[in-house]
C-alpha cells in the first residue's frame, strides 16, 4: 500500500537545504549583540566597588547587582557562542572555505573566547571577542556580496 501512494505522488523534485529548516534568515548581528551585552556587564562586574564589609545593607546590594551582572555576562556570552555555532554549522558551506580557508579557525577562536568572556571576567578577552565577531560579519556578508557595515550599539 505505502508503495502505491508513493507511485501516485510522481516524480518528487530534489530540494536542497542548508540546514533542518531552510528559513534562509542568518546574520551575525545577533552573536554581536548578545556579546556586547557580555562586554557590557564585564565592564560593569570590573567597575564595582566593594563596599565596607561592615555595611551589611550595602554588602547585600553589592552581592546582588554583581550576581545579577554575572548572570547576564554568562548567559550572553552563552548565546553569543550558540549564534556563532548557528552560523558556522548551517550557514557556511565547503565553497566558502575555498574563498576564506581559515574559517574553521576562526570560528573556533570565537567560540572559545565566548567560553572565557562567560567564565572569566576580562576586558580583554571580551574586547578580542568583539574583534572575532567583527571578522566573523565581514567574512559573513562578503560570501553573500555586500558591504554591510561593522557597527555596535555601545
Known sequence: MFEK????????QVAEAHCDGPCGIYDPASARIAAEAAVSMTKKI????PPDPSDAKAFASYNNTLSRYVAIKEEQAHLAKTELLVLWTDYFKPQHLEDYPNL???????AKLCSSVKVEVSAEHAAE???AIEEIHKIFWATKGRDIAWYTAG
Request: glycine share 4%.
Open 5 to 12: 501512494m508513493i507511485q501516485s505522488l510522481g516524480t518528487a
Open 46 to 49: 570590573l567597575d564595582l566597588t
Open 104 to 110: 574553521h579557525d576562526t570560528f573556533w577562536k570565537a
Open 129 to 131: 571577542l568583539m574583534t
